[in-house]
């Protein structure tokens, strides 16, 4: 699997506080993804990236924004946490095939 | 709405029995598709893939999957299962989008394997 790190692991927010989640890749990988895994639901496409500064948004990109400034960071930024965004986070890097990163696991109370 | 769908949510076996998990997806045209497994815990590791080609694709660990075109479908498959397969098991499908190779997700199946 891509060398793929997520931070923070874990975290704790309260609703109404923005929060921002990292996503760094070692593989040199153009393609970047944002994912969120809910009971019932799978995954889904939050954000994606396909370059430096080139974002596009997938299924569920509401109440989220991100940001590519270097290849191996892609960040996400929930700009004012609600409790339906606890969740857990996954990112991805790859083209044709994608691989994950360990996840974020995010509680909004 | 097209979608992945996978109607087995939670399936119990006992180890050495035999595993068959489906994924049907309503996307026409080319597809690419993917079975993931998540391990408790932990984070989707790749199982296999099937771009074009033979339909019988092998993948780690035992499993294969057999993409019919006709019927839309990508059963994942396993004669003997163990104890550690236990895991949750999504199937993907990524579509003939412009764009960008953005995977659509099945809701998963849980295996549980009883030894």
């Known amino acids: 699997d891509a060398g793929i790190t997520q931070s923070p692991r874990h975290k704790v927010t309260e609703t109404g506080t923005p929060v921002t989640l990292r996503c760094h890749q070692t593989e040199n990988h153009r393609y970047m993804y944002w994912y969120r895994q809910d009971p019932g639901h799978g995954l889904r496409l939050i954000h994606y990236?396909?370059?430096?500064?080139?974002?596009d948004k997938g299924e569920v990109s509401d109440g989220y924004s991100v940001s590519r400034s270097k290849t191996e960071d892609f960040l996400l930024t929930l700009e004012s946490a609600t409790s339906s965004q606890t969740s857990v986070y996954f990112c991805?890097?790859?083209?044709?095939?994608?691989?994950f990163g360990p996840g974020t696991r995010l509680l909004v109370l | 709405a097209q979608s992945v769908s996978q109607h087995n949510h939670h399936v119990i076996l006992s180890e050495a029995a035999s595993l068959e998990l489906g994924c049907n997806y309503s996307?026409?045209?080319?597809?690419?598709l993917f079975w993931y497994v998540q391990y408790p815990g932990q984070h989707l590791q790749l199982l296999l893939k099937?771009?074009?080609?033979?339909?019988l694709v092998k993948g780690i660990k035992g499993f294969e999957a057999e993409f019919i075109k006709s019927k839309f479908s990508f059963n994942l498959r396993k004669p003997s299962v163990q104890w550690s397969d236990t895991a949750e098991y999504f199937c993907?499908?990524?579509?003939?989008?412009?764009?960008?190779?953005?995977?659509?997700f099945g809701t998963g199946t849980r295996l549980t394997v009883i030894p």
């Open positions: 996307y026409g045209g080319t597809v690419n």
């Open positions: 099937y771009f074009s080609g033979d339909p």
């Open positions: 993907a499908v990524n579509p003939p989008i412009t764009g960008a190779n953005n995977l659509f």
């Open positions: 991805a890097t790859g083209q044709e095939t994608q691989y």
């Open positions: 990236s396909y370059g430096v500064k080139d974002t």
